[in-house]
């Protein structure tokens, strides 16, 4: 896994985290992993790289997703795609796990 990561580095100068969490959970026998980490999985083919650029799931309690967004204009923008997310993020785990998302200010 070490040289995956450093070969990853080496092209690309950085390593997401989703492929690092993708890395990890591919090479141990972790099969039920916590829903965060499937929601992190899928979220930027759910959401798309333009929403994906600019929130970030941080957190996940019950039927609730809290996702970090970059500024205040995209917590207001963002505000008007929930349903199409929970729906889009739903569809891409293949159960109706997420029921709502908080959206707030944090680190992306």
């Known amino acids: 896994m070490k040289n995956e990561i450093n070969e ?16 990890i959970l591919t090479n141990t026998t972790i099969k039920n992993a916590p829903v965060l980490v ?3 999985e899928v979220w930027s083919n759910a959401v798309g790289k333009n929403i994906s650029d600019n929130a970030k799931p941080a957190a996940f309690k019950g ?5 970090y967004v970059s500024s205040s204009v995209w917590l207001n923008e963002i505000q008007f ?3 199409d997310l929970i729906q889009k993020v739903n569809l891409s ?12 200010i944090g680190p992306v």
């Open 93 to 104: 785990l293949g159960d109706n796990i997420l029921e709502d998302i908080k959206f707030k």
């Open 63 to 67: 039927n609730t997703l809290l996702v």
């Open 81 to 83: 795609l929930k349903k």
């Open 38 to 40: 499937q929601i992190w």
């Open 8 to 23: 990853i580095r080496e092209k690309k100068g950085f390593v997401h985290i989703g492929q690092i969490i993708h890395n």
